[in-house]
C-alpha cells in the first residue's frame, strides 16, 4: 500500500531534550515536505526536498533540521526542543515539487514540549 | 511568507444543507488546491484547480478557480455527516522564488449535525 509513515504518532518531551521524528514515503517520490500545523494558521512548510541530499528552508525553519540521506527518508530533528514547538507536525511526499503532482500527507504526530 | 485568507474559519449546519468556502490571496496564483483533513488524520487532496476561471467537480463537492487568480471557492453540496472534518485551500505561486510552493489557508471546520 503507497504511505507516508511518521514516527512517533505522539511525543511528549521537555524544553531542550533532542529528538527526531522520522518520515517514510514508499512511492519512490523525490519531493518530501514538512509542515506544522497550528489552531488558526493552517499548515505552515519547515523544511522541504526536492530529491537526495537537497533540502531547504520553508516558512517557519528556526529551530528545526532535517536531512534526507535516501530518498524513501526525511527525518525532522529539533536539536532543543522548547514549548513554541508543541505542534501537530506532518511530512508530505510527492513525484516532484510542482503543484500538479499531488502531496501525498502522513498520518500526522502530536509534539508536546513542556 | 505569503498568507491566504480563508473563510469563513468554522460552519455548523445541518445535514443536508450546502456548503461553501473560500480562499482569497493579494499575489496571483498558478494553481489552486482544496484538501480534507478528517479528525486524527492527514489531509487528503479534494480538488486540484489549473487555469483561471476552471470549475471543477467532484462527487458532491465543486470547486472553481477565480478569474482574477487571486481567489477560490469550494462547495459542498447536500452535506452528510461523514463531510465533517478541516477543509484546506492552497495556492501554488506565479513564478519567482516561490515556483512550486505551496502556500495553506488556516483552514475551515465544518460540522455537520444529522
Known amino acids: 500500500e503507497a504511505q507516508v509513515t511518521q514516527n512517533p504518532r505522539y511525543l511528549i518531551t521537555v524544553t531542550g531534550k533532542k529528538l527526531t521524528v522520522t518520515c517514510s514515503q514508499n512511492m519512490n517520490h523525490e519531493y518530501m515536505s514538512w509542515y506544522r500545523q497550528d489552531p488558526g494558521l493552517g499548515l505552515r512548510q519547515i523544511y522541504y526536498?526536492?530529491?537526495?541530499?537537497?533540502?531547504d528552508k520553508g516558512d517557519v525553519p528556526e529551530g528545526y533540521k532535517v536531512s534526507r540521506k535516501e530518498k524513501r527518508n526525511f527525518p525532522l530533528i529539533l536539536e532543543s526542543p522548547s514549548p513554541n514547538q508543541t505542534s501537530l507536525y506532518f511530512c508530505?511526499?510527492?513525484?516532484?515539487?510542482?503543484?500538479?503532482?499531488?502531496?501525498?500527507f502522513g498520518p500526522g504526530t502530536r509534539l508536546t514540549v513542556l | 511568507g505569503q498568507q491566504l485568507n480563508q473563510s469563513p474559519q468554522s460552519m455548523f449546519i445541518q445535514e443536508g444543507e450546502d456548503v461553501s468556502m473560500n480562499c482569497t490571496s493579494s499575489s496571483i496564483f498558478n494553481t489552486w488546491l482544496w484538501y480534507k483533513q478528517d479528525p486524527g488524520e492527514g489531509p487528503v487532496l479534494l480538488i486540484a484547480?489549473?487555469?483561471?476561471?476552471e470549475l471543477t467537480s467532484n462527487g458532491r463537492l465543486t470547486a472553481q478557480f477565480g478569474i482574477t487568480r487571486k481567489d477560490s471557492f469550494l462547495n459542498i453540496s447536500a452535506s452528510i455527516p461523514s463531510d465533517v472534518g478541516i477543509y484546506f485551500c492552497a495556492g501554488e505561486n506565479a513564478g519567482g522564488t516561490s515556483y512550486g510552493k505551496l502556500t495553506f489557508g488556516q483552514g475551515t471546520i465544518l460540522t455537520v449535525h444529522p
Open positions: 526536498s526536492m530529491n537526495v541530499e537537497v533540502t
Open positions: 508530505a511526499s510527492s513525484l516532484s515539487m510542482l503543484a500538479s503532482d499531488t502531496q501525498y
Open positions: 484547480l489549473y487555469k483561471a476561471g
